[in-house]
């Protein structure tokens, strides 16, 4: 009786185990495959990032459908798939740019441990987030696949991270390859391929890395951006309205610096407001330069 009780408890056993090797049950390569994000992502981005498809190169390396993903230029909108790339773009080498060649940020009111995004509203118009449909793909090159992963935002979508840092576009960017957003407010800055700020973590000494001159109040289109040091023209004369700098910078009323001058710093969403509106003709970067000339000389 024992014996025949034995025979069936071996047989139970040895179908239960056939069955859970059927259905993939000791097989970890699929989660393996999917890639997670794990590594420097938090619990909540590795949890997210298991929905979606990790895979290394281009877009255009991997067949993805043209006209599709962050390839259409449509920022803040869920894509099917995102690109992330290390690159440079003007001074920032390395920095992290999209499919189309678009550079893209981090913000220091964010946190990266755990993952959250503070841009909302408002803010994610001027910096719309990279955010990716669930069951999208996310193809890396040059970014190392432990150092991404997605958090969910206020809104409910899910955003992309780098080391953590939920990563965005700037809209004043209008080409593949512009910088205008390093380090406006002294918050923003291009995001390296680990997470980091590209370009180091402030501004140069004396000066500002970046400016951004918006035609329109409250920081309208179009816009230009300048970069750099000592002395530059303004592409567009006496049109600003509005303005974002890293640091301080100095604003002029003629070209080549001269005419009346004054030292900004942040934001000036109406340049009326200290008397600028509509003539700065050029901008100067290193205020240890030259000493600001009184208004008038």
Same mark, same amino acid.
């Given at each position: 009786m024992n014996t025949q009780r034995f025979g069936m408890i071996t047989a139970v056993t040895a179908a239960a185990a056939l069955l859970l090797t059927a259905c993939g049950g000791t097989?970890?390569?699929? !989660? /393996?495959?999917? %890639?997670?994000?794990?590594?420097?992502?938090?619990?909540?981005?590795?949890?997210?990032?298991?929905? $979606? *498809?990790?895979?290394?190169?281009?877009?255009?390396?991997?067949?993805?459908?043209?006209?599709?993903?962050?390839?259409?230029?449509?920022?803040?909108?869920?894509?099917?798939?995102?690109?992330?790339? !290390? /690159?440079?773009? %003007?001074?920032?080498?390395?920095?992290?740019?999209?499919?189309?060649?678009?550079?893209?940020?981090? $913000? *220091?009111?964010?946190?990266?441990n755990p993952s959250k995004s503070t841009c909302n509203d408002a803010c994610a118009t001027t910096w719309p987030p990279v955010v990716v449909a669930p069951g999208g793909r996310i193809f890396i090159d040059g970014v190392k696949k432990s150092d991404v992963g997605v958090v969910k935002r206020d809104d409910g979508n899910l955003q992309v991270t780098i080391g953590g840092w939920p990563v965005y576009r700037f809209s004043k960017?209008?080409?593949?390859?512009?910088?205008?957003?390093?380090?406006?407010?002294?918050?923003?800055?291009?995001v390296t391929p680990n997470g980091k700020k590209a370009g180091g973590a402030t501004a140069p000494s004396g000066g500002s890395s970046s400016i951004t001159l918006s035609d329109e109040k409250n920081f309208g289109d179009p816009s230009e951006g300048l970069a750099g040091s000592g002395c530059q023209n303004v592409g567009r004369d006496n049109r600003a309205s509005s303005l974002q700098a890293s640091g301080t910078v100095k604003i002029w009323t003629e070209k080549d610096c001269k005419g009346t001058s004054k030292s900004v710093n942040g934001t000036i969403a109406d340049l009326a407001s200290i008397g600028f509106d509509d003539t700065i003709s050029s901008v100067r970067f290193g205020l240890s330069a030259r000493r600001e000339r009184p208004p008038g000389s």
């Open positions: 097989d970890d390569k699929g !989660a /393996a495959g999917t %890639g997670t994000g794990q590594g420097t992502a938090t619990g909540a981005e590795r949890s997210a990032a298991s929905e $979606f *498809d990790f895979l290394s190169g281009t877009a255009k390396q991997n067949k993805a459908q043209p006209k599709t993903g962050d390839w259409a230029n449509a920022p803040g909108k869920p894509q099917k798939w995102v690109q992330l790339s !290390a /690159a440079r773009a %003007g001074a920032l080498d390395p920095v992290v740019v999209n499919g189309a060649g678009f550079t893209l940020y981090r $913000f *220091d009111n964010d946190t990266a960017d209008l080409r593949p390859g512009d910088t205008n957003g390093q380090g406006v407010g002294g918050t923003w800055f291009g």
